[in-house]
């Protein structure tokens, strides 16, 4: 079986994005969702201009307007307003359901591919889809049987879900900009053009929006996530677009809630039951059948 680059780096990305989850969670607990998003953006840019340098060198790209305007709007949609949505979401919801709702993922991509990127999936392709997502739901399971307020519900779901597909939007929209531009520099502009404005909109926030202050703010545990769950997990992410389609990319991605449960039990302690191991089994099953 030969595995393709743009698989593997799938993969990568979900491992990653799973320790920047745990640790997006607990700093949820101190720090409220835009300053947490303006704040580790502003970690990965810091981290993302001497990549290019070291990858591109000084010149500039030679990149198209049209390409351009697609990497700003992508950065804004899927990283200013979704990212903010999502750690909102997180904090409504808990990181479980979170982990439930982020299933929407993957079918809005393929979706969107199919219509945007006339993109489609293999027989065999789809029947890795099906037992990974099987697989994910089926660990994912009991945490859609707890009990939670409905007014606190709706809120969580209408943060979710929109998060998720401006998410799905913006990486389809960008896909074909990643294929045919400097990598890094579209990495590193679509971070820009998602710090530009929350900066500019920080001045107006109403002050329970901001971080306590700088001494408050848990800055090892900020950067360890920024540089796992965001600046690696986001080139990862990114690669697998670029070298991989979007729809089998998206799919691979959903692995990321089994990384966390498997985190989860190696660090915390957490408890794996016979059906969550079950899970995993259909989970990483639909990945080999992916990767074939």
């Known amino acids: 079986m030969q595995v393709g680059i743009g698989e593997l780096f799938s993969v990568s990305s979900a491992a990653c994005w799973a320790v920047g989850v745990i640790l997006y969670k607990q700093l949820g607990r101190e720090l409220p969702p835009v300053a ?30 049209w390409s351009l305007a697609l990497t700003v709007l992508s950065g804004v949609l899927g990283i200013s307003v979704a990212d903010t949505l999502y750690f909102r979401a997180l904090n409504t919801l808990g990181a479980g359901r979170i982990g439930v709702l982020g299933n929407l993922f ?6 969107l591919s199919f219509f945007f ?13 099906v037992l990974v997502m099987f697989g994910v739901l089926l660990v994912n399971r009991p945490v859609l049987n707890d009990p939670l307020p409905a007014s606190q ?57 901001r971080m306590p202050s700088w001494r408050g703010v848990p800055w090892r545990r900020l950067v360890i996530a920024a540089v796992f769950g965001q600046y690696v997990a986001m080139l990862f992410w990114l690669a697998g677009y670029k070298y991989t389609s979007a729809s089998v990319a998206s799919i691979l991605n959903e692995t990321a809630s089994i990384f966390i449960l498997l985190f989860a039990w190696a660090w ?25």
């Open 36 to 65: 947490l998003n303006l704040l580790k953006n502003g970690v990965v840019v810091a981290l993302m201009v001497p990549t290019v340098l070291i990858a591109h060198g000084l010149a500039l790209p030679q990149i198209s307007g």
């Open 106 to 111: 993957s079918p809005c991509v393929i979706l």
């Open 117 to 129: 990127l006339d993109e489609r999936l293999s027989l065999l392709q789809f029947g890795g889809f």
């Open 153 to 209: 519900l709706r809120r969580g779901l209408l943060y979710g879900v929109t998060a998720v597909a401006l998410n799905a939007a913006g990486v389809v929209m960008i896909k074909p900009v990643l294929e045919q531009e400097p990598f890094f520099w579209v990495c590193l502009l679509r971070l820009l053009a998602a710090l530009i404005p929350m900066l500019w909109l920080w001045r107006w926030l109403p002050a329970h929006h």
């Open 268 to 292: 915390l302690k957490e408890p794996l039951g016979r059906r969550k191991l079950i899970g995993v089994a259909f989970t990483f099953g639909g990945v080999g059948v992916m990767l074939m």
